[in-house]
């Protein structure tokens, strides 16, 4: 009996100290935060896009994401409810991330600027980012198109984004051909 509480008791300790020894391993597939992202409005917006961006399956880097916003940001996508309603919904970016987190790792949602304006006075700025939006990059149509109304804030040495004001295009509002690249210009 007494070998038996023993052997039962290096068991479990051993699986503690293996466990223990396992949580302090990092997983090898987390996201890294790379602060240099927020330096130029151009890196901005295209870390934005990669952020959210992915095939199905594939986790998005939710801390980046985040390392983008201002304290007080607010993500507010518009559109027409089922009555045909105009609506709009103000969220943090954690309430995005717990609203289309999952849903965009199990669907594949890849999100391309296809063309941008930008005005700027100071330090505020406001960027017009006309989206493409497709399930997997090997698709050749989009899904869903419309624009993104950023606002920028460079405070710190660093821009913030202090809002994203979204709505996609429908057949009763279509996106304007000056939101829309130039034929024959390639946008990156």
Known sequence: MKNTFILAFALLASSFI???EKSKEKPQNTPKLDTT???TIDNMIK???GSISGEKGKARNWKQFKYLFHKDAKLIPSGENREGDFKIRYMSPDDYIKSSGKWLVQ???IEKEIHREIQQFGNLVHVF???ESYKSAA???PFMRGINSIQLLFDNNRWWIVNI???NESRYNPIPKAY???LGVKNE
């Open 107 to 109: 669907n594949g949602f």
């Open 18 to 20: 293996l466990g223990q």
């Open 180 to 182: 829309l690249p130039k």
């Open 129 to 131: 980012s006309t989206y």
């Open 165 to 167: 004001y979204w709505t």
């Open 47 to 49: 870390t934005l896009y």
């Open 37 to 39: 992202k927020v330096y």
């Open 139 to 141: 698709d050749e149509k």
